[in-house]
């Protein structure tokens, strides 16, 4: 799991394996507009993003615990 911050602006991804591939799963926000926010110096969908810092908690939280994210979540 990653959690990048900038600005009030959050993105978080999960590297998840199976046993024929390698994906990366994101936070998925459908308000957003689509335009580009930089991060760090990297511009990222805003589509991907979260200004919610209470569910970036809730998410690192629940990752500790489980090693998963719920798929309510990232997708």
Request: net charge negative; proline share 1%.
């Amino acid at each position: 799991m990653s959690v990048a911050a900038d600005h009030g602006n959050y993105l978080v991804t999960l590297l998840e394996t199976t046993e024929d591939d390698t994906e990366v799963r994101s936070y998925s926000n459908p308000t957003a507009k689509a335009e580009m926010v930089e991060i760090l110096g990297n511009d990222w969908d805003a589509r991907h993003l979260t200004g919610d810092f209470e569910l970036v908690c809730r998410m690192v939280e629940e990752f500790y615990r489980t090693g998963d994210v719920s798929n309510q979540w990232l997708n």
